[in-house]
């Protein structure tokens, strides 16, 4: 999987004199949690929700309440936006993708070609991968099957296959220096995988018939 098929691909931005006010309503109306900041075509920073609370005046404030909104008109994107956001390009995996956004504690990416910004990656779009890849939205039995050696794999989907059921997805990690396979398959026919896979000496960890509604 690629950055450039789980991006945003309609970025929402805002300029540098953005007034804080106007770059937070629009975050709030847009339900969004970062702004790409843009002057003249080109990336220069990046905003974000919090860095829009940070710069509100505390609770503590002598202000009156008509005086905040007056005051965050005043200050820009400028003021509070990180400059030279990290960017990365469409090409890139989206695992790497996720393990730089985990590095560096940052919950999203402008996708750049060049100098030109053409998309943004959000811990959001990581989830939903991820969700994709575990097929939480296909209807189906979910199991986890404890492996010997990833090379293994090979065995079980040959079991599998044995039984006429169709795998929908499958994934493999790794837990406890156990190999770990997760797998969805029909629904009527997960008892017969299950016990086809037992009678050929694969461990069964998880078993879950529940049938999953995928999402609207």
Same mark, same amino acid.
């Given at each position: 999987m690629l950055v450039k098929e789980w991006m945003t691909t309609e970025v929402i931005t805002v300029d540098s004199r953005t007034p804080? /006010?106007? *770059?937070l309503r629009l975050m709030e109306k847009k339900r969004i949690r970062r702004? +790409? $900041?843009v002057d003249r075509g080109k990336l220069v920073g990046i905003v974000t929700w919090t860095d829009l609370m940070r710069a509100q005046p505390s +609770?503590?404030?002598s202000l009156a309440v008509w005086e905040i909104p007056y005051l965050l008109s005043k200050a820009q994107v400028a003021d509070v936006m990180t400059r030279n956001p990290i960017t990365i390009s469409p090409d890139m995996p989206l695992e790497e993708a996720a393990l %730089?956004?985990?590095e560096k504690k940052i919950g999203g990416l402008p996708v750049m070609e060049g100098e030109r910004l053409v998309g943004i990656i959000t811990e959001s779009d990581i989830f939903d991968a991820l969700i994709d890849v575990l097929g939480l939205r296909t209807p189906g039995a979910r199991l986890v099957v404890t492996l010997e050696t990833p090379q293994a794999v090979c065995g079980v989907l040959s079991a599998i296959e044995s039984t006429?059921? *169709? $795998?929908?997805?499958? *994934? %493999? /990690?790794h837990q406890d220096g156990q190999v770990r396979l997760v797998l969805r398959v029909e629904k009527a026919k997960a008892k017969e995988v299950e016990r086809v896979l037992h009678d050929q000496g694969f461990r069964i960890v998880y078993a879950n018939h529940v049938e999953v509604r995928a999402a609207g």
């Open positions: 804080l /006010y106007d *770059a702004l +790409p $900041v +609770p503590a404030t %730089l956004m985990r006429g059921s *169709a $795998v929908h997805n499958l *994934a %493999l /990690y």
